[in-house]
């Protein structure tokens, strides 16, 4: 992960507005890793990449060294999504859950691994 020391940073998750008509807060996430990946060098796939990434952040339970993202989001349009923006010079992130992390791949290929913070 990157070695330099992280001011805690918070996001929210950009959920769908509840049904019930009381104003519900929105979860709130602490960044705890960052990774950009270079495809280039490493000659492998975002998908894998962005794996490798959450095994080795989150420690998956009883031991487990494989993810499978399609519990969670498709992978192939992820990575069409990601590819795509980086070909017209276009910003663009994608955000999911992974267990209760927040996950956010961004098309100049960082991955942003954020967790849930106690709720009050």
Known sequence: ???ESMRTKTTSWFGSIPEHSEPSPSPQY???ASETIDLESSSSELVT???DVLIDVIEPAAGQTTLSLYEYVNPDALEDIIEASASKK?????RFT???YLVTVRSNNTVLI???LETA
């Open 49 to 51: 990449s962005v794996v």
């Open 114 to 116: 954020y967790e849930p």
């Open 90 to 94: 276009s910003d663009v992130e994608v």
């Open 1 to 3: 992960m990157n070695s």
């Open 30 to 32: 602490a960044l705890i």
């Open 98 to 100: 992974v267990e209760d």
